[in-house]
């Protein structure tokens, strides 16, 4: 049986792993955890009831800057109390591209952290359309690449 770091989530059935995949890697496994703490609603986590950034909460407050910054503000606080290993290089919130019309949808949300985990010399991209469900991550080691995604 091999070892890994964490629970690959969505949990996924592997002969290799064991009962499910693993991820086997710290950029792997950071991306998720970031993906996680954004994702997660407040009093969603057993025995942590102040954990996560409960983007879902936000979805009928107006697509504006001051939404948008109160997002980027809980994102920031939650990362430094609960990935303390992690340091954010840049938060970027912003209103997607409509691909019908070619303008902003205001109705949608993209966000896109460029993080590094020093202990590790990790620079790594993470993006999660809010709109849609995708996420999508990249970087590793010192500036290499790498990948996992997936939805929520």
Known sequence: MSQGLAVALPLTIDTVDGPYKSHKNLTDMAAQN??????????????????????????????????????????????????????????ELYKPQSALAGEPDDNGLVIRIKYSIPAANVVSDLTIDAGSGVSTSTGGGSGGSGGSGGGY
């Open 34 to 91: 970031l993906k996680m703490v954004i994702l997660t609603s407040p009093g969603e986590r057993v025995m942590i009831p102040e954990f996560g950034v409960g983007i879902r909460n936000f979805l009928f407050e107006p697509n504006n800057d001051d939404t948008r910054e109160r997002i980027r503000n809980r994102i920031q606080v939650q990362v430094e109390k609960y990935l303390p290993y992690i340091e954010l290089i840049s938060l």
